[in-house]
């Protein structure tokens, strides 16, 4: 294959990285007991393990004060709301 074509598989790779630059990813890591716990109660809920971890360091930095006014609200969860019809 030509280099021409990796270069546009690269931008589009380049694209969608700053799409997702708004998140920040970390490696956790947890006891295994920990984690099937955590995983329980987002499923509960409705929520990936990873939704349900964001969600309770958002409550317990805003229980203490610490959540800055900048950051960004969690995305609604579930489906987007369907859009109306045209005319």
Same mark, same amino acid.
């Given at each position: 294959?030509?280099?021409?074509? $990796?270069?546009?598989?690269?931008?589009?790779?380049?694209?969608?990285?700053?799409? $997702?630059?708004?998140?920040?990813?970390?490696?956790?890591?947890?006891?295994?007991?920990?984690?099937?716990? #955590?995983?329980?109660?987002?499923?509960?809920? #409705?929520?990936?393990?990873?939704?349900?971890?964001?969600?309770? #360091?958002?409550?317990?930095?805003?229980?203490?004060?610490?959540?800055?006014?900048?950051?960004?609200?969690?995305?609604?969860?579930?489906?987007?709301?369907?859009?109306?019809?045209?005319?």
């Amino acid at each position: 294959m030509s280099g021409a074509g $990796r270069g546009g598989e690269r931008a589009a790779g380049q694209r969608a990285a700053a799409g $997702r630059a708004a998140r920040k990813q970390v490696l956790l890591r947890l006891d295994p007991q920990v984690y099937e716990a #955590l995983a329980r109660w987002a499923g509960e809920e #409705l929520r990936s393990a990873n939704a349900q971890i964001e969600f309770l #360091l958002r409550r317990a930095l805003a229980e203490t004060g610490r959540l800055p006014g900048s950051a960004a609200p969690i995305p609604p969860r579930g489906r987007p709301p369907r859009s109306s019809p045209g005319p």
